[in-house]
């Protein structure tokens, strides 16, 4: 089962090093903070005028039978009760306006970071885990700013306050109300720890039902052919099951909690009445008026509201420092090497649409790969790769020494056993990952030194299967490029896919499903090949797919990869005998070595591994396209 690895890690209540980075989202919204503050302050400040004139009514109006008093100090008190309702819907909207502006500065830098670390990253992290950073990590966050450290500084000062003026009316009262703190503080110690330990467990177990979820949904054809419905719908139970426990227990939690702190509050009430009892109306200086008891107890039913929240806020502060340690770990990866950081400074302030739109139009502002007439040039020199440690005593090699060149205009032909390296060659073109040994030149420049993105756009990749994105066809096939409709449809037609198009109820705008599931395999691969076409480029790099279609869709696919190919260099891992035969030279990869090199003919009369694999081709074509029984 997938585990949920540093999701279960509960972090420190504080750590200064955190806060001081949260605090840097927070500075361009001081604004806020300080009128989300004062707010709050005025709040506390306001919990103190009602006891005030509760005291001043009981002891100085009622018995002056002073009516006009009393009616002033209830408009007084129906004021405050406003002026409180006031601030308390400010502080609420300011303090959420700041977390929903840090959330958003906070994801957007996320995901422009995500964008640029490398293919090598994604190799190490299952894309669920990182969907969480985006989403509920920031939630996490989102919480701490709305729900916890504002308003703690509210409770807090609302505890200083009343505490302060409970001392000042009367310091004998204070403390016997203030008896039951130790008892108060250990409830509250206790029902941290537990409520700690069940927030991790909640988390852990949320975690395995969104692994568990992720997973039998992408896999669901596998789960249905095989008939493992019900299997997993039992397992599914048991870990919601497991979920409810812990949410069970720490509802529990909870439910002693609360009613332990009111008892505790009314026990304070009690030695409060019972402390009060000899000095009510007693003269002289130990002497009590009645009106100041009755304003201590609504003090001290203030003063235990806050802590109760408090404890509450420990959690909400705990589960943030976890969750920004994870976001910040994510910030801190290093990037793809070439991203220059100029670019990138730019990047961070457009909208993710612009950036991938960015990504594919060169700084000076013109169309992305210009288009080459004569293709660009590749060469690969002695270059070893292993996806492991190469410091290794004994690395795995993937590749091992491959050399090659292509000329302007020229196509090679990638061919060996699955597993020979043909994809890592490609990989490594891409730079997707670097080579440990060796070098690799496009058009005489080592590709280290080349910017990434001047790299990538001069390359056309058209993958087994192309990645579609939620959009309508058009913006699928344009992918961010500064094309107009027109260029979109005649790259299109170029390749034949117009006609796919056509077929689709709503033409260009047909909007696609998820990863273009409506479509057959031969209209993704023309519409792979029109997106490549559009964006023009100086090489081109197929990877072939080994899905057979009929001969006619074949038919229609080879005929738009020869307008694809024309003009381009191109680099293909070919499945398809006519790209291999057509190529001008074919490069056999065995274990990572080049075993044999040379054009279609040459290769078959010298009747090693690439006639062997030739034969084993013919044969699968052959029995592909013979006809059903
Ligand atoms: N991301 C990766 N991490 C670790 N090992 C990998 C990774 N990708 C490929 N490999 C390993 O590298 C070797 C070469 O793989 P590669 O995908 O380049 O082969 P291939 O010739 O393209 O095979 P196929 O025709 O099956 O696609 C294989 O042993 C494979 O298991």
């Known amino acids: 089962m997938t585990t949920s690895g540093d999701d279960e890690v509960l972090g420190r209540v504080y750590d200064a090093r955190l806060a001081r980075r949260l605090l840097r989202y927070v500075r361009p919204y001081r604004g806020i903070v300080a009128g989300a503050v004062v707010l709050l302050?005025?709040?506390?400040?306001?919990?103190?005028?009602?006891?005030?004139?509760?005291?001043?009514?009981?002891?100085?109006?009622?018995?002056?039978?002073?009516?006009?008093?009393?009616?002033?100090?209830?408009?007084?008190?129906?004021?405050t009760l406003v002026l409180q309702f006031a601030a308390g819907y400010g502080e609420t909207v300011l303090t959420g306006l700041l977390g929903q502006h840090v959330m958003r500065d906070l994801r957007t830098e996320l995901f422009a970071r995500l964008q640029r670390l490398p293919v090598a990253f994604y190799d190490r992290n299952p894309v669920g885990r990182l969907v969480t950073r985006v989403t509920s990590d920031v939630e996490a966050l989102n919480e701490l700013f709305t729900a916890g450290v504002v308003a703690g500084l509210g409770d807090l000062f609302t505890l200083v306050a009343i505490g302060v003026m409970m001392l000042v009316v009367d310091w004998r009262l204070s403390l016997a109300?203030?008896?039951?703190?130790?008892?108060?503080?250990?409830?509250?110690?206790?029902?941290?720890?537990?409520?700690?330990?069940?927030?991790?467990?909640?988390?852990?177990?949320?975690?395995?039902?969104?692994?568990?979820?992720?997973?039998?949904?992408?896999?669901?054809?596998?789960?249905?052919?095989?008939g493992r419905e019900r299997a997993e719908r039992t397992r599914f139970r048991r870990l919601n099951d497991d979920h409810l426990d812990a949410h069970l227990r720490s509802i529990r939690i909870y439910a002693l909690y609360f009613p332990v702190i009111e008892i505790l509050t009314t026990v304070a009430l009690a030695s409060l009445v019972v402390s009060a009892s000899s000095r009510v109306g007693a003269p002289g200086a130990g002497g009590l008026s009645v009106g100041t008891v009755a304003a201590f107890l609504q003090l001290v039913r203030r003063f235990f509201q806050p802590l109760q929240d408090l404890s509450e806020k420990f959690n909400i502060l705990q589960g943030a420092m976890a969750a920004s340690e994870r976001i910040f770990a994510l910030l801190d990866e290093p990037l793809e090497s070439g991203s220059p950081s100029t670019l990138d400074a730019r990047r961070s302030t457009l909208a993710p649409a612009d950036v991938e739109a960015s990504a594919r139009v060169p700084a000076e502002g013109g169309r992305v790969g210009a288009p080459n007439a004569h293709g660009v040039t590749v060469e690969f020199q002695d270059v070893w790769f292993t996806y492991g440690d190469a410091t290794a005593a004994d690395p795995q090699w993937v590749l091992r020494g491959v050399s090659?060149?292509?000329?302007?205009?020229?196509?090679?032909?990638?061919?060996?056993?699955?597993?020979?390296?043909?994809?890592?060659?490609?990989?490594?073109?891409?730079?997707?990952?670097?080579?440990?040994?060796g070098r690799i030149l496009v058009d005489g420049a080592d590709i280290r030194e080349l910017p990434l993105d001047e790299l990538r756009a001069r390359i056309g990749f058209v993958q087994q299967d192309i990645f579609l994105f939620a959009g309508d066809v058009a913006s699928n096939v344009r992918l961010g490029a500064a094309l107009t409709d027109a260029e979109v449809q005649a790259a299109a037609a170029r390749v034949g896919a117009d006609r796919v198009v056509e077929r689709l109820p709503d033409g260009w705008h047909h909007q696609l499903g998820e990863r273009g599931a409506s479509l057959s395999v031969g209209e993704r691969q023309l519409l792979a090949f029109a997106r490549a076409i559009a964006a023009d480029p100086g090489l081109l790099v197929l990877d072939e797919a080994t899905s057979a279609v009929d001969s006619?869709?074949?038919?229609?696919?080879?005929?738009?990869?020869?307008?694809?190919?024309?003009?381009?260099?191109?680099?293909?891992?070919?499945?398809?005998?006519?790209?291999?035969?057509?190529?001008?030279?074919?490069?056999?990869?065995?274990?990572?070595?080049?075993?044999?090199?040379?054009?279609?003919a040459e290769l078959l009369a010298r009747d090693g591994l690439y006639a062997r694999l030739y034969r084993l081709q013919v044969a699968q074509a052959a029995e592909a396209s013979r006809p059903a029984a």
């Open 41 to 79: 302050c005025i709040e506390g400040g306001l919990q103190l005028v009602g006891p005030a004139l509760t005291r001043h009514v009981i002891d100085v109006a009622l018995p002056a039978r002073a009516a006009g008093v009393v009616t002033t100090a209830a408009a007084l008190f129906a004021l």
């Open 177 to 226: 109300a203030f008896a039951v703190m130790p008892f108060v503080l250990l409830a509250s110690r206790v029902f941290q720890t537990r409520v700690r330990g069940s927030y991790r467990e909640i988390r852990t177990r949320l975690a395995r039902i969104n692994a568990f979820v992720q997973e039998r949904l992408t896999g669901l054809r596998v789960v249905q052919l095989f």
């Open 404 to 437: 090659f060149r292509v000329a302007p205009g020229e196509t090679l032909a990638l061919v060996g056993h699955t597993g020979a390296g043909k994809t890592t060659v490609v990989s490594l073109l891409l730079r997707f990952y670097e080579p440990q040994r």
């Open 552 to 600: 006619e869709a074949e038919a229609r696919i080879q005929a738009a990869l020869a307008t694809l190919m024309r003009g381009r260099t191109t680099i293909a891992i070919a499945h398809r005998l006519s790209t291999i035969v057509a190529a001008d030279a074919i490069l056999v990869l065995h274990h990572g070595q080049v075993v044999e090199r040379g054009r279609h």
